[in-house]
């Protein structure tokens, strides 16, 4: 069978691994040595690990994160997460198809004095806030305990292929978020007075002022003076009809599977959501080699930044806005997704249904804080701050600032440093995490001399590393900040260093110098898995991916560095400045089924809890009969008290909520309990106790 | 004008809802007042769902026996699914002296007509394959006791009382009585004041103060336990198993697989830790899996997946106090359960309806004896 990896990626390196053997109901499987048993078997196109006990339905990746339980199977006899738990050779997995069997072991369980360790500070999560916040806490010299439940350090850093926004000076902008993860992390190992422990989640904050650890599958009790909550976010999910099938999962597993594993997931995706994370997403699928067919946005237009989207379209993936997904269609894995119009009140608007053959839906629709940690340290009364996505959803550019402002403000708290934080980092952190602002037209350039560039960000964005880079001085923001659009003035001498550098992708040069009449235009391109050389003939488009013409290519620039090269086309005058890039989908791939699947079932069929199998139905039948607390839900009917423990279905139910019109404030929460993850009966026993 | 109510019942609990709905079945028009935002929110959701008639004295035998009558038959009777399953309970002996207690118990309870045996170390481990046999003695097996899921059964009892009509006032809290002679006259909540005919103290956790605003002393003190749940697994062993040995830091603990086939768990801190904070300790999982683990290894690669924090509210000598106030005529006490409040509240609900109506029977006064509120609180009950 072919094997679904990434043999080589425009942006990633792709390793000589080690290949080993395992079994996968019965069956001989090559996986990379030390991968993840989920990744080994989707490298080898198995997509369903087990079906649920309760309907028998399929069932596979989900979150790739640890959280939920929709990827367990049975490894030689028990029962584990499949995207936390490394494969063996000669490992045997066995699909876990309703509820597992305990395997009979009798013998004796040792048992180990459990550790407790003294920290001044304990970060929870080492990405980019948790990182900022580690440096500026080890520059004070404080005593200091990162711990992540990955193997590596970087959080969600490690996923990011693309280039960052911000500004270079404070968030490393134009510089892509993976190698970023490796300099934050590089720069905290140097910090004598900071710990780190990978592979380590944190269990729960306990009222005794304790923090239950497990570290590298050993528990371990933290008596930490201060934490900082810098765990991140979690992604939400939404409520339509199949939204069970296998091959449903959030852009962040997606991620996970292709930037971090490298395996190939998908042949044909679609995305749900338009904002950053599902663009992103999309563009990181074309580099891995993999069909977008579409992506859907339920807003008139996309909340991501239009230099995201419109990289998309310049691709040649159709971006519906107004649009949402009305189903996925399938037997026990994806085969097609039905998208709908819908108006203003959000109401699927009939007959403007259409269907899309694909094998996998990722689901981007925002983000929520994983404040627990948070909630459970004031309730225990230490000391507790949060950074990053943990204390407001937004870009990684903004979470390395206020992590580094969250770092300093601990240091003056545990009154080793003295100084104020400085009024401008904040000023900086809430530019940083702005969204993003007004579309303005293009800049009017006359002039048809010489070499300039052409700025196609149009759309006010915290994000000016094309002003920094220019040697001349020549590109500054219309009005000096960060949040305006850049403008060119001045005395381009076509070195293209803000070509590579614009993480949008969004200046192009025109050189008139040698042929005005024809000028020769510099466009950056970052998809080398579509390769492109002289004589090519491009199918050229403008900022929004609309059709200018045919040219072929002149000269291929590439930058091994920066992973970027520049492409060069000569084209009429009169075009020369509206093109942007060029197709590299074709059409063919976004075409829709002939008829559109449209399902007979009421749409309350959909699950409102996966990991109870608990429909909208249900749920929206106890909201009318008048409960409106989170907690009788679940009593009544198990939504909520699955292995995730609340984490995907509570925000569902939330929505569901505000649907049937009933206020916030009438509507109570799910009580939060240890623990964060199921962990196994034999790791807490305390050796020392009896 | 204060709305009138033949029956107030203060807590909407393991006690309170059925009493309010027996009392309901009666056509009297029931109030219950909450402080709670729902029903059994507070350690009615937290109880670990095992049911059994397997007591020491008469009144709880009886009463539970009516608990499983009630649940046992609950589908069929209310068409709810509460989970009932009967598993039944096991007190397993791992030295003589214990074997010997539980024996000497056995003679009693099937005095009173229970069904209760000894098992060899042999045949125990057929209904829990994989227990520890080293130092086994045998142990007591009850196939009749058994459990339901407290949060359908409480569900269950809510939606039955409103379909009887009982009214429900959750958020409030009761902040006093107005008394008029020897009777409550009006109930005074946070919000609101009711006119009550005959008020039940079903307060749990709070009965003692909800007893002070009727100038009475009740011995009800509540003590912290925690509890956990597993993952399910495919069914491997039966009944509710009971270690009733001490051990630092711990008296004893228990568990047993649901009808969902989740492992669920509780251990009772010694000394108790009195009080009321529903906040998990880093001591308990540590501890409890500890115990579970030495007498049975099978249960290592089961997961953990959620822990709570709840209470007994407990008496003197570990029996209820149940039964019409002497002081105050038409004020009923149903208090200080000890933790078992979710196994006796559907037989309890049946009695205090015919408290309050004048029904009770030779038998209900016989039971009404062992939970008497005017009793010494001297001796202590054997089989915990």
Redesign the interface.
């Known amino acids: 069978m072919k094997e679904l990896r990434l043999k080589e990626h425009p942006i990633l390196e792709v390793p000589d691994y080690e290949y080993i053997s395992f079994y996968f109901n019965g069956e001989k499987l090559p996986a990379r040595k030390d991968e993840m048993i989920s990744s080994a078997l989707i490298a080898n196109g198995i997509n369903v690990f087990g079906h649920h006990h309760k309907d028998g339905t399929a069932q596979g990746i989900f979150c790739a994160n640890g959280q939920c339980a929709k990827c367990t199977v049975i490894a030689n006899g028990i029962a584990v997460k499949s995207c936390m738990t490394k494969v063996q050779e000669n490992m045997m997995v066995k699909s876990a198809d309703g509820l597992p069997e305990l395997p009979e072991t009798n013998d004796p369980v040792e048992f180990e004095p459990i550790e407790e360790l003294e920290t001044e500070v304990l970060i929870i999560g080492g990405g980019p806030s948790g990182l900022s916040a580690a440096i500026q806490l080890g520059s004070a010299g404080i005593d200091t305990l990162l711990i992540d439940d990955k193997h590596e350090l970087g959080g969600k850093l490690v996923l990011q292929t693309h280039k960052f926004f911000g500004s270079e000076e404070d968030s490393r902008a134009g510089t892509r978020g993976h190698e970023i993860g490796k300099l934050l992390a590089a720069e905290v190992m140097e910090m004598s007075s900071v710990k780190v422990w990978l592979n380590s989640t944190a269990i729960f904050v306990f009222s005794d002022k304790k923090v239950g650890v497990l570290k590298d599958g050993v528990y371990k009790l933290i008596n930490a003076k201060r934490i900082l909550n810098a765990a991140g976010a979690r992604e939400k999910f939404l409520r339509f009809q199949g939204n069970h099938l296998a091959r449903i999962y959030g852009a962040g597993a997606f991620q996970t599977l292709v930037n971090r594993d490298l395996v190939k997931p998908t042949e044909r995706l679609f995305i749900i959501g338009g904002g950053n994370v599902g663009l992103i997403g999309a563009y990181h699928a074309i580099q891995a080699g993999i069909e977008v067919v579409g992506l859907a946005e339920a807003m008139p237009s996309c909340g991501g930044y239009k230099v995201h989207a419109d990289k998309l379209m310049r691709l040649g993936v159709p971006i519906y806005t107004s649009h949402s997904i009305l189903s996925a269609n399938g037997g026990e894995t994806v085969e097609s997704i039905t998208i709908t119009e819908i108006d203003r009140n959000f109401k699927p608007i009939e007959g403007t249904e259409k269907t899309f053959a694909c094998d996998t839906i990722l689901i981007a629709v925002g983000l929520d804080s994983l404040a627990e940690f948070t909630l459970e340290a004031e309730a225990a009364g230490i000391p507790v701050y949060a950074a990053g996505d943990a204390l407001e959803i937004a870009e990684a550019s903004s979470a390395m600032f206020n992590g580094k402002i969250m770092g300093l403000t601990i240091a003056r708290d545990c009154g080793v440093v003295s100084e104020d934080i400085p009024q401008e980092w904040y000023q900086k952190a809430e530019v940083l995490k702005s969204h993003p602002g007004k579309v303005k037209g293009y800049q009017n350039h006359k002039a048809e001399e010489g070499v300039f560039p052409i700025i196609h960000c149009l759309q006010e964005i915290p994000c000016n590393p094309c002003t920094t880079v220019c040697p001349t001085n020549s590109i500054h923001t219309e009005d000096g900040s960060l949040m305006a659009v850049p403008l060119y003035s001045g005395s381009c001498i076509g070195c293209g260093k803000c070509v590579l550098i614009c993480p949008g992708l969004a200046i192009t040069l025109v050189d008139y110098r040698k042929d005005v009449q024809n000028p020769i235009v510099t466009m950056p391109y970052e998809i080398m898995n579509y390769p492109v050389k002289v004589g090519d003939e491009l199918s050229l488009v403008d900022v929004e991916g609309r059709f200018l013409l045919k040219a072929p290519v002149v000269q291929v620039i590439e930058n091994k560095k920066v992973h970027t090269a520049m492409v060069r086309v000569q084209v009429p005058r009169e075009l020369a400045k509206q093109v942007v890039s060029f197709i590299v989908q074709d059409a063919s791939v976004s075409e829709a089924l002939p008829n559109a699947i449209v399902a007979e079932r009421a749409s309350d069929d959909a699950m409102i809890c996966l990991c109870e199998r608990v429909s909208v139905g249900q749920v929206r039948e106890l909201i009318r009969s008048g409960i409106t607390d989170l907690n009788q839900i679940k009593a009544i009917t198990r939504a909520g008290m699955g292995p995730c423990g609340a984490k995907t279905c509570e925000v569902l139910i939330k929505g569901l909520l505000r649907e049937e019109g009933i206020p916030v404030e009438n509507v109570v929460p799910n009580t939060k309990r240890p623990v964060f993850v199921e962990v196994p009966l034999d790791k807490f026993p305390n050796g020392t106790r009896s | 004008m204060a709305k009138n109510y033949d029956l107030i019942i203060i807590g909407a609990g393991s006690i309170g809802l059925p009493a309010a709905l027996e009392a309901a079945k009666r056509n009297a028009s029931v109030l219950v007042i909450e402080s709670e ?5 507070e350690n009615n ?1 937290k109880a670990i769902g095992g049911v059994r008639a397997t007591h020491s004295d008469y009144g709880k035998i009886s009463v539970c026996l009516r608990s499983i009558e009630i649940m046992k038959s609950w589908h069929e009777v209310y068409g709810d699914d509460i989970g009932w399953m009967s598993n039944g309970y096991s007190y397993p002996a791992y030295n003589p002296k214990d074997a010997q207690t539980l024996q000497d118990l056995m003679k009693i309870q099937h005095s009173y007509g229970l069904n209760i045996k000894w098992l060899s170390p042999q045949d125990y481990n057929e209904i829990v ?2 227990i ?1 046999q080293e130092g086994l003695e045998g142990s007591t097996y009850s196939p009749e006791d058994g459990s339901c899921s407290p ?2 059964m ?2 269950a009892y809510y939606f039955h009382t409103l379909k009887h009509k009982v009214e429900y006032r959750f958020n409030e809290k009761v902040i006093g009585f107005e008394l008029s002679g020897d009777k409550i006259d009006t109930v005074i909540t946070d919000k609101d004041t009711y006119v009550a005919g005959t008020v039940i103290n079903a307060a749990g956790n709070y009965a003692r103060q909800i007893g002070e605003y009727a100038g009475l002393d009740l011995p009800v003190y509540p003590d912290n336990h925690e509890a956990g749940i ?5 069914r ?1 062993f039966g009944p509710m198993v009971i270690d009733m040995r001490r ?3 711990s008296a004893n603990f228990y568990f047993y697989q649901n009808n969902e ?1 989740q492992v669920v768990f509780c251990i009772t801190p010694d000394p108790p830790i009195l009080g009321i ?1 529903n ?5 308990f ?3 409890c ?6 007498i049975y ?12 924090r709840g209470q007994y509210p407990m008496t003197p000598d570990g029996f209820p106090i149940v039964g019409r106030s002497r002081e105050i005529s038409n004020l009923i006490n149903a208090v200080g359960m000890c933790g078992q409040g979710f196994m006796l509240g559907p037989g309890m609900g049946e009695l205090l309806a015919r408290i309050v109506f004048d029904e009770l029977s030779d038998s209900d006064h016989r039971i009404l004896k062992s939970f008497d509120p005017y009793r010494e609180f001297t001796g202590m009950e054997a089989f915990k």
């Open positions: 935002h729902g029903p059994g929110q959701k394959p994989g520890k949060l359908l409480g569900s597993t993952e399910p697994v495919a491997f051990a630092p830091g086939g904070d906040r998990s300790t880093s001591e999982l540590p501890l899996s500890k115990r579970m683990l030495e290894p099978r249960l290592r690669n089961l997961k953990v997946r959620r822990t709570w």
